[in-house]
């Protein structure tokens, strides 16, 4: 049996002059009744300075509508329930940031277009073992938590809150769908321990990252919108798990992060000028990221660091600086990446990583593959295409890159060993070359077998310095200048290799060549080379000179460069 209440400030005949009365004639009647009974509410629109205690089966109603009663309260609590509690259309305003503003102490409670403003501190509270939905609501300034609660939400604001929006913590289950999130100082939405699904939602303005999950916390979120975030767009930490599908992140400083060991799994993203990078991985995380996209990322595309060990698929990186970056003794695995239209490497592997990258392409990019480190450093190519780069592969330090089946077409070198780097290349070509199709410099090695230049401007092959250069069943065509020129103190072997054409030398060599079954029509010349008089410069985050270099003016990564020249008059112009 349902009883009605009726509450009016103006103390009409049969009604009660305020919300408490009336709470408390139907506490009342409970005490007393044999048969369980549920009470409605009913508010006269009006401000009620009260706080509110509802028990039992309750519906709370502002008769007038969404606004028109405004409840009050200066210090403590505003509304606290227990039982099953439904509150329809009210403002609930506390000033108190040190308690509660809507606590929900037992049973299950719903509000419904209701407004919740507080100064800060928690304004909605599901205390450990309740249920609270949220609708159509408006909630500011104050945090909405959730311990070790359900929780339900749907289509409802949080703007401004002074600390989380939202918080499911210590073992909560929320559910959050269709709502907007807007100028939080610190997450949008944090899931600490708990388990969280964000769906259909906009979290926008936020001072950290937009979603957090952390301490071991499952957050599942799909077709979301994330926009102009101070830190992360999502990040996962503390090994936290979870999902992220169809969801586009816009302007944050990483579009997502994944720390200390979590392990999310990414697909159908899209990441949009951030301003650091657009997905990054460390300090031991890992994940699976499936068919994303990172466009204009400012630093780096994808990022793993730090021990991170992230494994990308499908994925495609345009524009900004860097592609994909694997740094301080991280590793990765990349397949079927595609990256394009970048003034710095598309790929890059640095200081004790390894990466692997399989079935992928590059173009338009400065450096395709870079790598430089000690020893461990390491970088594995299967079938990858780099197209219109300067350099498809550079290996510097003692670093050591493997190629199987890699294409460099349209480039200045197809591949590059210097310092003390190795490359071992197996069944790889390079077509329409300015310069050379693999060059070795300083220490560097290269070891190739089946290894196929086809029209350089330059050589085929050329090796500098104390290089070292050993190729098996390779083929040299249309080379202008030689299939081959061994410089300087380098040294190497041909086994089986072919040059051919019409114009250059087949090879030219200091006399610390083997050469074993070499098929030609062109001449060997037997010349000591040097290199003074064209060096090669490989350009990495600056130059790599091999050779000497007088009287020259070099710049990079400036805005705007300013030339002096001193002519032979003194005068500087």
């Known amino acids: 049996m349902v009883v009605k209440y009726v509450v009016s400030p103006h103390s009409r005949r049969g009604t009660y002059p305020n919300i408490t009365s009336a709470l408390r004639a139907f506490s009342a009647l409970q005490a007393v009744s044999r048969r369980r009974r549920s009470a409605v509410v009913e508010i006269a629109a009006g401000r009620y300075e009260e706080g509110l205690v509802a028990c039992g089966d309750v519906r709370l109603v502002a008769t007038e509508g969404p606004g028109s009663v405004e409840v009050h309260l200066a210090r403590g609590t505003v509304l606290e329930t227990y039982g099953s509690v439904q509150v329809e259309g009210l403002v609930l305003a506390g000033r108190d940031a040190e308690q509660d503003a809507v606590a929900c102490a037992q049973g299950s409670l719903v509000l419904d277009r ?221 397949s079927h990446v595609r990256i394009e239209d970048l003034p710095n490497s598309a790929l890059r592997v640095m200081d004790g990583s390894k990466g692997t990258f399989e079935h992928g392409r590059v173009d338009r990019c400065t450096l395709g593959l870079d790598t430089n480190g000690d020893g461990g450093t390491t970088a594995d190519l299967t079938d990858l295409v780099f197209s219109e780069v300067e350099t498809a592969v550079t290996a510097l330090g003692r670093s050591r890159v493997t190629l199987r089946g890699v294409a460099a077409e349209r480039v200045a070198v197809g591949f590059f060993a210097g310092e003390e780097a190795q490359a071992h290349l197996h069944d790889c070509t390079a077509t329409t070359v300015r310069v050379g199709g693999a060059v070795v410099a300083g220490k560097g090695k290269v070891f190739a077998k089946k290894l196929t230049v086809r029209g350089s401007e330059g050589n085929g092959l050329s090796v500098a310095e104390s290089g070292y250069l050993n190729v098996a069943d390779g083929e040299f065509t249309d080379c202008a200048t030689a299939g081959a020129v061994f410089a300087d103190e380098s040294s190497g072997r041909l086994v089986d290799c072919a040059v051919n054409g019409t114009q250059g030398v087949a090879v030219i060599h200091n006399g610390r060549v083997e050469l074993v079954g070499l098929r030609t029509s062109l001449k060997v010349v037997d010349k000591t080379v040097r290199t003074v008089d064209q060096p090669t410069v490989i350009h990495v985050d600056g130059p790599y000179i091999a050779g000497s270099v007088y009287k020259s003016q070099l710049a990079w990564n400036n805005d705007s460069v300013t030339q002096n020249q001193s002519n032979e008059d003194g005068r500087t112009t």
């Open 114 to 334: 209701v407004e919740v403003r507080t100064p800060g501190g928690v304004g909605t509270h599901a205390r450990p073992n309740t249920q609270v939905t949220l609708r159509d609501s408006t909630f500011l300034h104050g945090r909405t938590l959730f311990t070790a609660s359900t929780g339900t939400i749907e289509r409802c604001r949080f703007t401004d809150a002074a600390d989380n929006a939202i918080a499911a913590i210590e073992g909560a289950q929320l559910s959050l769908r269709s709502s907007r999130v807007e100028g939080s100082r610190i997450h949008g939405v944090r899931v600490c321990d708990a388990r969280a699904e964000v769906t259909d939602c906009e979290l926008t303005g936020t001072g950290h990252a937009a979603l957090m999950a952390d301490t071991r916390a499952r957050l599942v979120v799909a077709d979301c919108a994330i926009t102009a975030v101070h830190g992360e767009g999502i990040m996962f930490i503390e090994q936290s798990r979870g999902s992220v599908d169809r969801t586009r992140v816009t302007d944050a400083r990483h579009g997502l992060g994944a720390g200390s060991g979590a392990d999310p799994v990414v697909r159908d993203c899209v990441f949009t000028a951030c301003r650091d990078t657009g997905i990054i991985v460390e300090t031991d995380a890992r994940g699976r990221y499936e068919d994303c996209r990172v466009v204009d990322a400012r630093n780096v595309g994808v990022l793993s660091a730090r021990g991170g060990a992230p494994e990308v698929v499908r994925c495609q990186v345009s524009g900004g600086n860097v592609g994909i970056a694997v740094t301080e003794g991280s590793r990765g695995r990349f």
